[in-house]
């Protein structure tokens, strides 16, 4: 963890976080969680890289130095880069939700849905057969049904 200068007084706020986490609809402030991340990953591997280097932590002043040099466009794109991320996890869980999706509608066995469609076939025949007998019944003349009975 990076200490903070003991010539400073107060410990200062990063002046980045505001720039990349707006106050604006909530998609906006994920993205700009995320980016803020991908800033903060960055930061310390600057850190690491000047630590390497000079063999100390960067004072107060080198710190403000690095945040002075994120420009609007390096912000946009974090910003952007956090977006490409989010498409990339919403894909591969998409993907991922489809593929058992898929081995769930699969796994029902061929003689369950051919027994559901018996079934559902014979549900029909004895509908047909119920309407057919009651407009008989009431005397409704059916000519393919008197064809039959009477061909017999």
């Not at 803020?36 to 690491?48: C, H, M, P």
């Amino acid at each position: 963890m990076i200490e903070p200068d003991p010539q400073n007084e107060r410990l200062s706020l990063d002046p980045i976080f505001p720039l990349l986490v707006k106050e604006e609809d909530q998609e906006k402030k994920f993205l700009g969680f995320i980016a803020y991340g991908l800033y903060q990953e960055a930061k310390r591997e600057w850190v690491s890289d000047f630590q390497s280097r000079e063999r100390r932590y960067p004072n107060h002043d080198e710190m403000s130095a690095y945040e002075r040099s994120w420009t609007g466009s390096r912000l946009d794109a974090l910003e952007n880069t956090a977006a490409q991320l989010v498409a990339a996890y919403t894909d591969a869980v998409v993907s991922q939700l489809e593929k058992q999706i898929l081995r769930s509608a699969l796994k029902g066995s061929m003689w369950r849905a051919v027994s559901r469609w018996v079934v559902g076939a014979l549900c029909y025949t004895a509908l047909l057969f119920a309407i057919v007998l009651t407009l008989s019944r009431s005397g409704v003349q059916i000519g393919f049904l008197e064809k039959m009975i009477g061909s017999r």
